[in-house]
């Protein structure tokens, strides 16, 4: 029993292990069922630095880069917001384009990367059955 511990405790302390991290992120079921469901899989895609899950995230599978794992970055949804009809009428009264459609949700939520917080907004659209991030915001301190 003492040889099994010592076993496990070496393989935690040098970081060996019989499961791929990476590989466990790209075998994980993510489910893209609700607009929260997608942001949970862009954070665990920035967590693991797994750019094709970061890429599928999006509507138009941007082609963006990962500059190693971003463990530390944490995330809390704290207003969510369904575009109405009644809504786009008003956005769409002035002389600026609007780029939301019907039925779009916004997600306003706080990520803190070690002790910096910044407020975000993602637009999310339904596409083929599934939520994709249509756009973002990048942010800024609060």
């Excluded at 009644?86 to 019907?102: H, M, Y």
């Excluded at 407020?119 to 800024?140: N, P």
Aim: hydrophobic fraction near 35%.
């Amino acid at each position: 029993m003492k040889n099994i511990i010592l076993l496990l405790l070496s393989m935690y302390i040098f970081g060996c292990s019989s499961v791929d991290p990476q590989k466990t992120v790209e075998e994980s079921s993510y489910h893209f069922d609700t607009p929260e469901a997608v942001i949970e899989v862009y954070y665990a895609a920035l967590r693991t630095g797994n750019k094709d899950l970061l890429n599928s995230c999006f509507i138009d599978k941007k082609n963006l880069t990962i500059v190693g794992k971003m463990r530390n970055i944490q995330y809390k949804i704290r207003r969510k917001r369904i575009v109405s009809k009644e809504e786009l009428a008003v956005r769409n009264s002035g002389s600026t384009p609007n780029v939301l459609k019907e039925g779009d949700v916004e997600l306003f939520l706080y990520e803190t990367i070690k002790n910096n917080t910044e407020e975000m907004t993602f637009i999310l659209r339904k596409q083929g059955g599934e939520w994709r991030i249509y756009s973002h915001s990048l942010g800024y301190y609060v």
